[in-house]
């Protein structure tokens, strides 16, 4: 009993604030309050007027698709050399690929800049985000992608190869429709990662700023917050179909390939 | 008889570890071959090396005589059954089956038909829309040997296709796998560990221990006259006796501790005659136990039942020969008036000379 009312305890703690968004979303009031005042779509219309917003998106849904197109990719490598081949040093090379699971952020994005800046002379620009989202999202991507390929049977591309397919075609016609509901899911995962950072994308953006970094520069203006109550709204919703979607492809996956479920993100 | 394969002083070694050990082997066009052996006697090994998914470190195959050196897996007359029997999941069985006819060129209708013959052939007619995930064992088995077939290679490779079948299925799919290779007239390859299976099936096999093939005959010979105690041990049970080897003309008179003397003629010491120490080796079946008033033509002994195994059909007795400390393993058919002795009873045995095997080791 204890332990049901502290999960619920849990549950409202962890979810009430993201409940709180939609709920000023549509408030009648530039004052983030209690008592509420009316019924508002205002603060959504509002958001279709502020034009730098609109670049700010754009710039993020880019770098979003390219880090996780790049994330997933290198991935997909990573993933089928971890379960098909042994080398030397493996599990040193992909506990080393993991590490930016657990770095904070903060210093990765400090020792980016550094390197960047100071070492490297690159300009600031949506690349050096992209390169940097890369790196976080890939123990995401490999994460899920191992699960993929790891289900799979080694003798199936050797039997497509015994048939008479070249190596290329063995992967293309029998592995990768296998592993395809992974890298699906890599990819919104990915995406939806890439897609609300914003300590890296705040040290490393040059002149655009990415959405999350937009969003944080609104703040300084009181009136604006309903507004950007309203995107968090359209984000947290975005946010959770990409995922749902995700994860409706990775149960397929194991559906098709007729294994049994062990667990997701969902 | 012509080699469609021959293997020529095959070596491979995985960085300091010899998997082969010179072995040469040649197989005819229609054989049922069977390569034999515990699990780690690189028996898939020389399987996959056949396959083109392993290269040899050392050594020459052959396939309907042409080189295989550097010829990839796709590109050989072999077709393999794999283990795991490697059913594309993503599927459909007729899929599967037709997946190998891709690049071959023929009509959609010629495909069509191809795949149901295929299907027909190995009993799987009306499966073909079936989602390849939803077969049984044996079904998945049928489906990856149609697929294998359809191409008709010069040689199909098995892989312990039937180890993870239970047993009366496995019995049922080693008839119908010796029909099939009958019908089709295709070299087959079989790797088994299991020694019934082999010498079942087979018309010839190689036993295999520590990548070297100790020894490479039919299954007759390879029960009744195994090369050496290993092989004799490994195939079905065995028997062994201490003996004394001493050759007198054209025979050899063994000393055999429990069974007396016995006269060996030269075939029944097949890797060469014997002198000194050494042992015999005797099959359960070739020992009986005489029951009362029994006589037999043959030489007899005695000894003490220590344990018996009931087996419906058979009964095994653990007999202790007198002066013997093992003991040795007796097989007998339960007829309707024999009865079955039990544990400390004393038993009669008798022996037929003709059956001994002799070993130097």
């Known amino acids: 009993m204890t332990l049901r009312i502290y999960a619920i305890a849990y549950m409202i703690f962890l979810y009430a604030p993201v409940l709180l968004l939609p709920v000023f979303a549509f408030n009648d009031s530039p004052v983030i309050a209690f008592p509420l005042k009316g019924f508002t779509w205002g603060w959504f219309n509002d958001l279709a007027g502020i034009g730098a917003l609109h670049d700010a998106v754009k710039n993020s849904l880019w770098i979003a698709c390219m880090s996780a197109i790049i994330a997933t990719g290198l991935g997909i490598c990573a993933a089928r050399a971890a379960t098909r081949f042994e080398f030397p040093a493996k599990r040193g090379i992909m506990g080393l690929i993991m590490i930016p699971l657990v770095l904070p952020e903060i210093i990765v994005a400090v020792s980016l800049l550094v390197v960047l800046v100071q070492i490297l002379n690159l300009p600031l620009s949506n690349w050096t985000i992209i390169a940097a989202h890369v790196l976080i999202c890939m123990p995401f991507s490999i994460a899920i992608l191992n699960g993929a390929f790891s289900n799979l049977d080694n003798s199936l591309e050797e039997a497509a190869l015994d048939l008479g397919e070249s190596r290329f075609a063995a992967f293309r016609l029998v592995t990768l429709p296998l592993v395809m509901p992974g890298i699906i899911s890599s990819l919104l995962i990915s995406f939806t990662i890439s897609l609300d950072e914003f300590i890296i994308a705040f040290f490393l953006s040059g002149s655009e700023p990415t959405m999350p970094v937009y969003i944080w520069g609104l703040l300084r203006f009181p009136q604006r917050l309903p507004a950007v109550m309203a995107l968090g709204t359209i984000l947290v919703i975005l946010s959770i179909v990409l995922l749902v979607i995700a994860e409706y492809f990775r149960r397929r996956g194991l559906k098709r390939a007729g294994l049994k479920d062990t667990g997701g993100f969902l | ?361």
């Open chain 2, 1 to 361: 008889m012509t080699a469609l394969i021959s293997l020529t002083g095959i070596n491979k070694y995985y960085g300091d570890y010899h998997a082969l050990r010179d072995v040469d082997l040649e197989i005819a066009e229609g054989e049922f071959f069977s390569l034999l052996g515990p699990s780690g006697c690189g028996k898939t090994t020389l399987l996959r090396t056949i396959a083109g998914f392993e290269d040899v470190t050392d050594g020459v195959v052959l396939i309907d005589g042409a080189d295989m050196a550097g010829v990839a897996a796709n590109l050989r007359p072999t077709n393999m059954v794999f283990q795991s029997y490697a059913i594309f999941p993503h599927l459909t069985v007729a899929q599967n089956v037709g997946f190998g006819l891709r690049k071959s060129g023929m009509s959609r209708s010629d495909k069509a038909q191809a795949v149901q013959d295929a299907l027909e052939m190995v009993g799987l007619g009306g499966f073909g829309a079936r989602a390849a995930h939803a077969l049984s064992g044996g079904q998945r088995q049928r489906v990856a040997l149609a697929r294998a077939l359809i191409l008709k290679p010069k040689v199909l490779l098995l892989d312990e296709p039937l180890s993870a079948l239970d047993k009366k299925l496995r019995e049922q799919m080693q008839t119908e796998l010796r029909r099939l290779q009958r019908q089709v007239g295709i070299t087959f390859i079989l790797v088994t560990h299991d020694q019934e299976e082999a010498l079942i099936m087979s018309d010839r096999v190689a036993v295999m221990f520590e990548g070297r093939i100790a020894q490479l005959a039919d299954p007759q010979t390879l029960y009744r006259r195994p090369l050496t105690r290993q092989v004799g041990d490994f195939i079905g049970v065995m028997n062994f006796l201490p003996a004394q080897f001493k050759p007198v003309g054209d025979l050899i008179t063994a000393d055999i501790a429990g069974l007396g003397q016995a006269e060996l003629a030269s075939e029944q010491c097949p890797a060469g005659p014997v002198t000194g120490g050494g042992a015999v080796g005797i099959r359960p079946e070739i020992l009986s136990i005489l029951f009362q008033g029994e006589t037999t033509s043959q030489r007899e002994t005695v000894g003490q039942v220590i344990e018996r195994a009931y087996y419906g059909d058979m009964t095994y007795y653990d007999v202790r020969l007198d002066d013997v400390d093992a003991p040795v393993t007796i097989s007998m058919k339960n007829l309707i008036d024999r009865p079955v002795l039990e544990r400390d009873d004393r038993a009669r045995v008798s022996w037929d000379p003709r059956a001994l095997v002799g070993f130097s080791d």
